[in-house]
């Protein structure tokens, strides 16, 4: 379980609190306490960015070509995810690439950059 508070004022940390009021003993006799990690808040990519995103796969599908075939949008995409951000394990083995969802502003303006770079370098697309 992965719980996220965002504490930007009083409310926020009353929710907190509440929160671990409410689950922390259950949990910890249940033989599976809370761990909490307290961290600056980074967020995630922008709508912009997403757009961005799509709008350069749908090039690099339109444009490039792999031993002679093309692919989908949605297929670069998941190749992307796995080759730059990683992979993770579904149930019953299979795999999938890590959710762009996942990355900050700034990680996902270098995922970005690393997409363009390889479009150009790799398959020859060059997107302005």
Known sequence: MLKTFVLRDDIHCRQLYAFLRSNWLR???SGKPLGVMVAEHK???SNPQNKKLWAVLHEIAEHAWVDGKQYS???W???????????E????GATAGIS????DVDA???????????A???LGVVIE
């Not at 995409?77 to 992979?87: N, T």
């Not at 762009?100 to 990355?103: D, G, I, K």
């Open 43 to 45: 967020a995630r990519r």
């Open 27 to 29: 949990m910890a006799q």
């Open 73 to 75: 949008a949605d297929a």
């Open 120 to 122: 150009t370098t790799q």
């Open 77 to 87: 995409h998941e190749h992307f995810k796995r080759q730059f951000i990683g992979v």
């Open 100 to 103: 762009t969802a996942t990355l």
């Open 89 to 92: 394990e579904l149930p019953g």
């Open 108 to 118: 996902f303006s270098e995922y970005i950059e690393r997409i363009l770079h390889y």
